[in-house]
C-alpha cells in the first residue's frame, strides 16, 4: 500500500496520520491551539515555506481539521481556527509534549509547564481509563478487533486463507476494502 493510500487502511492510527502525520501539520496545529490564526503568523513562526504552509493548511481545512473564516473582504483574507475535529487533537499535543519532556529534555527540563486553572496547580497529562479512572499502561491494555477486522478475519477462516498478523491486518483489510469497492 502506498503512502497516499494510508487512509484506506483499517486502521485508526494510520488514518489519523493521513492527516497529521507530515512533520509541519502538528506545528500548525499546535500554533492554532496557542492563538495563531493568520497565515503571515504561522509562516512566521514556523519559517515553514510559504508553498509548504499553503499545502498543510490546505489539506487541514479540507480534512475538517480547521475552517477559513473571512477577517478583511477587500482584499479578501482568511484566518484559520480549529473546529471540533481539530480541538480532538488536544490530547495528541499534550501526550507529544509529555513524552517529549520525559524523554528528550535538555539540562534545563521542560520548555513549557502545563497549569490546570480549574484546581490550580500544576499537572502532566495522563490517559486514563474511561471505565474506572485509573492511568492506562501498555502492559494493562490490549487491543480487540472491531467489527470490519472481525468480519475480514471471518471471510478469510471461512475461504480458508491464513489470517495475517495483527500487524499485517490493517494493511490487508484496506486492500482487501479497495479491491471490493472496485468491483462494485
Given at each position: 500500500?502506498?503512502?497516499?493510500?494510508?487512509?484506506?487502511?483499517?486502521?485508526?492510527?494510520?488514518?489519523?496520520?493521513?492527516?497529521?502525520?507530515?512533520?509541519?501539520?502538528?506545528?500548525?496545529?499546535?500554533?492554532?491551539?496557542?492563538?495563531?490564526?493568520?497565515?503571515?503568523?504561522?509562516?512566521?513562526?514556523?519559517?515553514?515555506?510559504?508553498?509548504?504552509?499553503?499545502?498543510?493548511?490546505?489539506?487541514?481545512?479540507?480534512?475538517?481539521?480547521?475552517?477559513?473564516?473571512?477577517?478583511?473582504?477587500?482584499?479578501?483574507?482568511?484566518?484559520?481556527?480549529?473546529?471540533?475535529?481539530?480541538?480532538?487533537?488536544?490530547?495528541?499535543?499534550?501526550?507529544?509534549?509529555?513524552?517529549?519532556?520525559?524523554?528528550?529534555?535538555?539540562?534545563?527540563?521542560?520548555?513549557?509547564?502545563?497549569?490546570?486553572?480549574?484546581?490550580?496547580?500544576?499537572?502532566?497529562?495522563?490517559?486514563a481509563c474511561s471505565g474506572c479512572g485509573e492511568?492506562?499502561?501498555?502492559?494493562?491494555?490490549?487491543?480487540?478487533?472491531?467489527?470490519?477486522?472481525?468480519?475480514?478475519?471471518?471471510?478469510?477462516?471461512?475461504?480458508?486463507?491464513?489470517?495475517?498478523?495483527?500487524a499485517e491486518l490493517p494493511r490487508q483489510a484496506?486492500?482487501?476494502?479497495?479491491?471490493?469497492?472496485?468491483?462494485?
Amino acid at each position: 500500500m502506498k503512502w497516499e493510500n494510508i487512509d484506506q487502511q483499517v486502521c485508526s492510527v494510520a488514518r489519523a496520520l493521513s492527516i497529521v502525520g507530515e512533520r509541519w501539520t502538528l506545528l500548525i496545529i499546535r500554533d492554532a491551539f496557542k492563538g495563531t490564526r493568520r497565515f503571515e503568523g504561522f509562516h512566521k513562526n514556523l519559517g515553514v515555506t510559504r508553498h509548504r504552509l499553503t499545502e498543510r493548511l490546505t489539506m487541514l481545512v479540507e480534512s475538517g481539521v480547521l475552517t477559513k473564516v473571512p477577517y478583511r473582504t477587500n482584499p479578501e483574507r482568511f484566518e484559520y481556527r480549529l473546529t471540533r475535529m481539530g480541538l480532538g487533537l488536544y490530547p495528541v499535543l499534550m501526550s507529544l509534549s509529555h513524552w517529549g519532556d520525559q524523554w528528550l529534555a535538555d539540562e534545563n527540563g521542560p520548555p513549557m509547564t502545563y497549569w490546570h486553572s480549574r484546581c490550580a496547580s500544576g499537572c502532566d497529562p495522563q490517559l486514563a481509563c474511561s471505565g474506572c479512572g485509573e492511568p492506562l499502561r501498555p502492559e494493562e491494555v490490549s487491543a480487540k478487533l472491531g467489527n470490519e477486522l472481525s468480519e475480514y478475519v471471518a471471510h478469510l477462516e471461512r475461504q480458508g486463507l491464513a489470517v495475517p498478523s495483527d500487524a499485517e491486518l490493517p494493511r490487508q483489510a484496506g486492500e482487501y476494502r479497495l479491491a471490493q469497492n472496485k468491483k462494485e
